[in-house]
């Protein structure tokens, strides 16, 4: 059988990556996304902030601004047609004495130049008329209604899932380790010495990006890898907070933050770590430390003993401090690198700068006439009304047994996180929030491995859970999953 010869071939499965494979996939091409972790979404994109920014902090002019300030407006519509959590709740910028109010003056005339929507300064009292929990102490604020909040994974997840459903290919599980340039095509490498062969190329490896860039001849300045970590609430809490709360800037980063996320749990954090590693995603009682005492003097009402979850995400700072997108090969190589916050926002606006670079280096963009925006709704048990459970369940009877009983998850909707791609226990977790209560999936893990063997059809001991060497089980275990019933 001979070697495929794709149009496009993208490298890395962000939230970045999978847009770009899906924008492509309204076109008559032939396009792979190769993707080195067992699913997408499993970089950066799992673990940052969610915050759909409005667009006041960066600066006029840059690609973070104006690619944030246009993904920001495609946000509703993307949402809406992927069935993704999401929702424009706003943000706030609060100072606390005068210089910090001067602050705020400068980002409200930025945001103006931004072309942001909504703009408007409050006083300490408008301010908590809007937010009753923020601290007595906040004398004024600037308030971006526009600022949203999303669920990054399943965005990545579900933008995959619709390129597929419209013709593209996602191949996981695949490292690339070289490209070379041979004639007028591309010959991409990957870890298991397969050979994928493409006219273009995007490099949209994330962290990895510069190394990439390098091997296509690119003077690629190194990725500045930043750590930040972050805390999560019980949903108990629920919204003592709507808008997201943001401090004025430090230098490094927006700050530390108080972020509803589009799930309904209330989050804390980051940090901005600049480190010498890539992979290092590790939560310290420092890092809790300085985000709860901080985030304590916004809203004075947080206790700790809620926080039931704490993760990390590394992100590509860039080393000019903007979004860098580098050309090679006569423009046919295409590299994206420092995609460092707002790139979730940008994401979407990135996607068509992407396809606009493509069809100025010569690739022909014909319209697929059947091309499908929809992705098929996800149904989120918890959110139905009693009719609508009680129709839900007549029609399959999976969604009538709970297996997560801190988040109300059933059956039902692992098999169908499965089906639409999950793989592995978290797959299932970051897809349906199984395991993401407050017992921390204490209960539900087993019952969660022993679905997935079945739907996959394999052995139990097979089930990882993020892949690669993360097996969760020993042999004895295998016993229990055999016999005992979800429920038990
Ligand atoms: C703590 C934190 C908070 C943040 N908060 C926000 C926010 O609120 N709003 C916002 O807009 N942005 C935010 N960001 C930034 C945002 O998360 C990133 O800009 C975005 O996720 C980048 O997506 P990406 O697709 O470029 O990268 P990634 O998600 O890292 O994707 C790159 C992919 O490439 C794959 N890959 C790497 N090398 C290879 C290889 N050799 N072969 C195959 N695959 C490979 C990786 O496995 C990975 O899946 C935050 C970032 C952090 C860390």
């Known amino acids: 059988m001979g070697v495929t010869h794709y149009d496009v071939i993208i490298i890395g499965g962000g939230v970045v990556g999978t847009a770009i494979l899906r924008t492509l996939s309204r076109f008559q091409l032939k396009t792979a996304l190769l993707e080195k972790s067992v699913e997408v979404g499993w970089g950066t994109t799992k673990a940052n902030s969610g915050i759909v920014h409005s667009g006041f902090h960066s600066e006029p002019g840059s690609w973070k601004t104006k690619l944030s300030v246009a993904g920001n ?49 409050l006083s300490g009292d408008e301010t908590r008329r809007l937010e009753p929990n923020l601290a007595s102490d906040i004398i004024a604020a600037l308030r971006a209604p526009s600022g949203g909040i999303v669920a990054p994974f399943e965005l990545a997840t579900a933008q995959a899932e619709n390129a597929v459903a419209n013709g593209a ?145 590394v992100r590509s700072g860039s080393p000019t401090g903007d979004f860098i997108f580098e050309t090679s090969h006569g423009g046919k190589g295409i590299h994206l690198m420092g995609i460092e916050s707002p790139g979730l926002t940008a994401a979407p606006a990135i996607a068509e700068l992407v396809r606009d670079m493509l069809e100025d280096a010569g690739l022909s963009l014909k319209a697929k006439p059947d091309f499908n925006p929809r992705r098929p709704r996800v149904i989120r048990f918890k959110e139905l009304s009693d009719d609508e459970k009680e129709q839900v369940i007549q029609d399959n009877p999976l969604y009538a047994h709970v297996v997560c009983r801190c988040e109300t998850i059933t059956e039902g909707e692992i098999v169908d996180a499965i089906r639409r791609g999950a793989k592995t226990v978290d797959g299932v977790k970051f897809r349906t929030r199984a395991g993401m209560g407050r017992c921390q999936g204490g209960f539900c893990t087993p019952h969660v491995v022993k679905i997935l063997a079945r739907e996959l059809g394999v052995s139990p001991l097979e089930i990882t859970k993020r892949g690669h060497d993360s097996q969760l089980l020993v042999a004895e275990a295998k016993a229990f999953l055999q016999g005992g019933e979800p429920n038990d």
Request: net charge negative; glycine share 10%.
């Open 73 to 121: 407006r495609m946000f509703d519509q993307l949402c809406d047609e992927l069935d993704v959590p999401y929702e424009r709740n706003g943000m706030m910028m609060v100072a606390r004495n005068e210089e910090e109010e001067d602050i705020l003056a400068h980002y409200h005339e930025q945001g103006l130049e931004n072309g942001v929507e909504g703009l408007e300064m």
């Open 169 to 313: 290919e996602v191949h996981t599980g695949v490292t690339v380790t070289d490209i070379a340039h041979t004639g007028s095509s591309f010959a991409v490498t990957t870890a298991d010495g397969a050979s994928w062969i493409a006219t273009y190329i995007v490099n949209s490896a994330g962290l990895y990006a510069d190394d990439l860039a390098r091997i296509c001849g690119v003077d690629a300045e190194p990725i500045i890898p930043r750590k930040g970590e972050e805390y999560l609430f019980d949903q108990r809490l629920g919204r003592v907070i709507k808008h997201t709360i943001f401090p004025v800037p430090t230098p490094k980063s927006k700050g530390i933050l108080v972020i509803p996320t589009a799930e309904g749990n209330l989050m804390i954090g980051p940090t901005a770590l600049e480190l010498p590693y890539k992979n290092d995603v590790s939560t310290t009682a420092e890092g809790l430390e300085e985000i709860f005492s901080f985030t304590q003097g916004l809203v004075p009402g947080l206790n700790r003993r809620d926080i039931i979850a704490s993760f990390a995400g």
